[in-house]
């Protein structure tokens, strides 16, 4: 909560939407004080944006304009906007595959979060999971971080470590990850809800 007013969510995704479901359905739970105000994906058929209309939520697709990898210089301000509209306290990407540049970053200092599927500052990048495998770690996990303009560099918020196990292949570990992810998003997003968080600098603690 935030000053008795419920804290407001804005949720960014490109795909199947499950950290979403899982911050939706600690909400439902009660455990999550917060709602989602908005969902916006960079792609039309999403399946985020089916999870947040069968729920109810408010859900766009914003054309995301002429690049692969980032919001282009029309779409940057449109998704500003539908944000700053939606008066969201936090923005939280989940599976969003885009890089956020510094007018985006700048609208909302310190309040844009991601979950990435690695023990960060480890396999930052694209199929984390696979770079864990590929590279012979035991232990693996995913991390909540603050979002600066760099590649998954910022303050660290949360870690839940995942085992790599025998036999495991690509898609058993990511499953595994996203387990975790799913316990740990709502968690971390409850602990900036209800003002349990301290930044400085890099240091971060959630209590
Ligand atoms: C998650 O594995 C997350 O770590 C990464 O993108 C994936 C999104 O999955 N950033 P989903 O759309 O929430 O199921």
């Not at 007013?5 to 739970?29: C, E, Q, T, Y």
């Not at 990898?69 to 936090?90: G, H, I, W």
């Not at 309040?111 to 694209?126: E, M, Q, T, V, W």
Request: net charge neutral.
């Amino acid at each position: 909560m935030n000053g008795g007013k419920p804290f407001r969510l804005g949720v960014l995704g490109s795909g199947k939407g499950s950290n979403f479901v899982a911050l939706a359905d600690a909400i439902a739970a009660g455990t999550l004080p917060a709602q989602v105000a908005l969902v916006i994906s960079d792609v039309a058929d999403a399946g985020i944006l089916q999870h947040a209309r069968s729920r109810g939520i408010a859900a766009e697709f914003l054309p995301p304009g002429k690049f692969r990898t980032k919001l282009d210089e029309d779409a940057e301000p449109a998704y500003v906007r539908r944000l700053q509209e939606a008066q969201v306290d936090l923005v939280v990407l989940a599976g969003f595959m885009r890089v956020l540049k510094s007018d985006f970053l700048r609208a909302f200092p310190q309040r844009i979060i991601n979950i990435h599927p690695s023990l960060l500052p480890a396999f930052p990048g694209l199929e984390a999971w696979k770079q864990a495998l590929d590279y012979g770690v035991k232990f693996t996990g995913c991390t909540v971080h603050f979002v600066d303009d760099g590649v998954d560099s910022g303050p660290i918020l949360g870690q839940e470590v995942v085992p790599v196990l025998p036999g495991d292949t690509a898609a058993t570990l990511h499953a595994r990850i996203q387990q975790a992810e799913h316990r740990l998003y709502p968690a971390t997003v409850a602990a900036l809800a209800c003002g349990r968080v301290q930044v400085a600098g890099r240091q971060v603690v959630c209590r």
